[in-house]
């Protein structure tokens, strides 16, 4: 069974800093991991996805990595500014076989302070 | 459409009452899936739609929920009889394949008083 954790679980930070976000999974026999971001009272929005194929993924300031082996990804922010205030969940699919059930970490609640 | 709709937006109902939710997918996705948030960052699988027909049911439960996809329509996810612990976001979502991202919808907050 697919168990996923998040450290930590809250951040807060002034702006322009760099960050790490960690997230760690049990049952690494996955063949994708997805990040989302989720604002107060709304919807996910992906972030990113990255392959097992893959060991990183970049869009933008964001970039995520990929370590099967050790069951963990980490998803990296640069130069943090106040928008990027939110929560972000870690969801890699749930093993056996490829079937897209997404397991959610219990996130990170980001801020950032101008 | 470009994005995945949900509505409504907001459902209150009294305990025992029938809700149902409707779910829009992307155009040209052909997997929808549905997600129960409950409390701050809970998510719970329900059920996903390959097409019309049931890809994994493994998360649903066993009594008083039930989904469909119906080719032309809205898909739905449809609880009979509310129970207090019914209250929640549930989310859609969808994709092109199972292995690709998964876009999600707004949200349906339903409220079960």
């Known amino acids: 069974k697919q168990e996923v954790t998040q450290i930590p679980a809250a951040l807060s930070v002034p702006e322009g800093e760099n960050l790490v976000l960690n997230c760690s999974f049990t049952?690494?026999?996955?063949?994708?991991l997805q990040w989302f971001r989720q604002d107060p009272g709304k919807g996910l929005t992906s972030l990113l996805l990255?392959?097992?194929?893959?060991r990183e993924q970049t869009s933008g300031r964001l970039n995520a990595s990929l370590d099967k082996s050790s069951g963990r990804s980490t998803l990296y922010i640069a130069a943090s500014q106040p928008g990027d205030s939110a929560t972000y969940l870690c969801?890699?699919?749930?093993?056996?076989?490829?079937?897209?059930?997404?397991?959610f970490g219990q996130g990170t609640t980001l801020q950032v302070k101008p | 459409g470009e994005e995945v709709a949900q509505t409504p937006k907001h459902l209150v109902r009294g305990e025992g009452q029938k809700a149902k939710l409707y779910c829009a997918p992307i155009?040209?996705?052909?997997?929808v899936f549905w997600y129960q948030q409950v409390l701050k960052n809970e998510f719970k699988f329900l059920i996903s739609?390959?097409?019309?027909?049931?890809?994994?049911e493994t998360g649903m439960p066993k009594e008083r929920f039930s989904a469909k996809c119906l080719p032309n329509s809205p898909c739905s996810l449809e609880i009979q009889a509310t129970k207090l612990e019914d209250s929640a976001v549930y989310f859609c979502?969808?994709?092109?394949?199972?292995?690709?991202?998964?876009?999600f919808g707004p949200g349906t907050r339903l409220t079960v008083l």
């Open positions: 979502a969808s994709s092109q394949r199972t292995s690709d991202e998964q876009f």
């Open positions: 049952d690494s026999a996955i063949y994708n």
């Open positions: 990255i392959q097992s194929s893959q």
């Open positions: 969801a890699p699919p749930a093993p056996p076989g490829n079937t897209g059930k997404l397991i």
């Open positions: 155009k040209g996705h052909s997997y």
């Open positions: 739609f390959q097409n019309e027909n049931v890809f994994d």
